[in-house]
């Protein structure tokens, strides 16, 4: 993935929060952006974004209990899943906004 996708995608992510979950604070960490209730505490996170070669991972820290209908989160792990970012549209087409405000509303 070229820097102008990426930088294109993590900026409609930025804006995609702002609008659904303005009460998240967001702080740079791991090489991307943590999303938490409480700046600074960790374990307030609802999850962040990060960006790879070939995409940008939007991440939920308890994406296991997120419903998922369409099977667009990815991972198999005990509490985390993610979605694969490859361009802007699919912030939409996977359904970011629907997983951000339900990992909100888990508190």
Do not use: W
């Not at 009460?23 to 952006?33: A, T």
């Not at 990815?74 to 997983?99: N, P, Q, W």
């Amino acid at each position: 993935m070229d820097e102008t996708t990426q930088a294109a995608i993590i900026d409609a992510l930025e804006e995609m929060v702002a609008e659904v979950a303005p009460e998240l604070h967001g702080r740079h960490m791991y090489g991307g952006q943590m999303l938490e209730h409480e700046a600074g505490v960790a374990a307030t996170a609802v999850g962040g974004y990060f960006g790879y070669n070939a995409h940008v991972s939007f991440e939920f820290s308890h994406g296991a209990r997120l419903s998922d209908p369409n099977g667009h989160l990815e991972g198999k792990g005990k509490a985390r899943r993610h979605v694969k970012l490859r361009s802007v549209a699919d912030i939409k087409a996977k359904g970011c906004a629907g997983f951000l405000a339900q990992a909100v509303a888990l508190g």
